[in-house]
């Protein structure tokens, strides 16, 4: 597993604390397709180009930095053999 894809799963598991409706927290060693897709439609929501860039907030490097983060764990879940599905902007 690649430092990106264990960063994004430690953030939604720490955001997931917050909430008392979150989905439970997502076990990085023994990851399913269910924990896969969500993570995948995270990643997703993440790239849409208001949430990259933080509605114009951030400068044109901070979005890239973003980017390359969100793919690389991306790359990470597919080569565990993970695809995503009804995903827009991966």
Do not use: W
């Amino acid at each position: 597993m690649n430092k990106a894809l264990k960063n994004q799963i430690d953030d939604m598991n720490f955001m997931s604390k917050f909430f008392k409706d979150a989905p439970a927290t997502i076990d990085a060693d023994n990851l399913t397709d269910a924990d896969a897709q969500k993570i995948f439609q995270k990643i997703d929501m993440g790239l849409s180009p208001e949430n990259l860039h933080c509605d114009g907030e951030i400068s044109a490097a901070q979005a890239r930095a973003k980017y390359r983060a969100y793919m690389s764990a991306v790359k990470g879940l597919m080569t565990m053999g993970f695809t995503p599905v009804d995903c827009y902007e991966i």
